[in-house]
């Protein structure tokens, strides 16, 4: 069973009928034990990256997740859920990640002619087969 966690900061009831509609019983979790016993885990995300990093901080999720991810278990961020586990976030000021991959979150470039923030459907390349992609 995939685990979808409640920190607040996402749309879950969403993440979670889509994990349904391809097969995947999904449930959702805020107790950091049911992180940790997880078979699949979901970190999903909507807002701020401070308040979510806050949030994740008071509800004691923090050392749960970075364990999980540290053991090589199956694992998926998504959008903010995925800004969370690099160093450092430059949104609204300067503030710090969980550090579960090296690197940072900046704004993508305005020369680039790209509207920001952009919420849309695009299409996705990959150089390789990926048990994501499947």
Known sequence: MITIVDYGMGNL???????EHVG???????????ILDADKLILPGVGAFRDAIAELRRLQLVDPLLEYIRADRPFLGICLGLQLLFDVSFEDGEWPGLSAFEGDVVRSPSDLGLKVAHMGWNSLQTASESPLMA
Do not use: E, G, L
Request: hydrophobic share 40%.
């Open 13 to 19: 009831r969403s993440v979670q009928k889509a994990c």
């Open 24 to 34: 995947a019983p999904a449930h959702i979790a805020t107790d950091p034990n049911a």
